[in-house]
């Protein structure tokens, strides 16, 4: 982004930028492994304060509990009517979360599904240890979604430390594909996240059009839905403001 250009958004935004980081877009309710109610995840959002929350089931995986195309459909509608119920005081975004390996359906997915919702996660991309498909094998399936596409938790360091960066951010940027950060304990190791790992892409990544959501892929526990804090922090620390995907949707 250019200089003057940031600077622009930088005005526009400094007095009220702190709202658009307090997101939470990767939480699993009881339509695929999680504990909780899509309506009960939105009212702890809430109760912490969030100005964005995002519901984001598994969806034709064989790894865990997970949609069905057919049950697909009926979520959405659900969704519909929470964003509805809730539009006053939190921003509810309907998504999904795919596994990006041969444990996928590919062949059932829904697109026409899928672009009916706000964002499409995507799990395990590149990732040798959970099978994940390569970058690049995915084109495809990206190229029909229409909707912004994440790479949930990754674990950018490793699985994508045979690619140069800034050849990775313009591929990202070409597809529309946004990066999470992550802060939970279940995408940490040697007790930080992943992301922390990864500084030398976040610092390139802040003067790229690419943009950051924050997720803490919440399942079983309340508080998991709320903890946000560090990748507040990180997003200070690296100045992502102006990429934050909650801006742009
Ligand atoms: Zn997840």
């Known amino acids: 982004m250019d200089p003057a250009e940031t600077d622009n958004l930088t005005s526009k935004y400094s007095s009220d930028i702190s709202e658009f980081v307090r997101m939470n877009l990767h939480n ?46 009926n979520y959405i509608t659900q969704m519909e009517e929470l964003k509805e119920k809730y539009r006053n005081r939190i921003r509810v975004l309907s998504g999904v979360e795919i596994d990006a390996s041969r444990r996928t359906d590919f062949h059932r997915m829904r697109y026409d599904l899928l672009n009916s919702m706000d964002i499409v996660l995507f799990e395990y991309v590149n990732d040798d240890v959970w099978g994940g ?45 946004f990066v999470e950060l992550c802060p939970s304990q279940r995408n940490s190791k040697f007790g930080r996240p992943f992301y922390r790992f990864a500084v030398d892409f976040f610092r390139i990544l802040s003067d790229t059009d690419v943009m950051v959501s924050i997720g803490t892929d919440a399942h079983t526990r309340p508080e998991e839905i709320g903890d946000i804090q560090d990748a507040v922090q990180f997003v200070e620390e690296f100045d992502l403001w102006m990429n934050l995907i909650s801006l742009k949707i």
């Open 28 to 73: 699993h309710s009881t339509f695929s492994d999680g504990s909780f109610t899509p309506e009960f995840i939105i009212k702890k959002a809430i109760e912490y304060r969030l100005n964005y929350i995002a519901i984001t089931d598994h969806y034709l995986t064989s790894k865990t509990r997970s949609m069905s195309d057919e049950v697909l459909e």
């Open 133 to 177: 498909m390569h970058l690049w094998e995915l084109f495809d399936v990206f190229d029909r979604i229409e909707v912004p596409i994440g790479l949930a938790h990754s674990d950018i360091n490793v699985n994508f430390r045979d690619i140069d960066y800034n050849a990775l951010l313009q591929v990202l940027e070409d597809h529309g594909i």
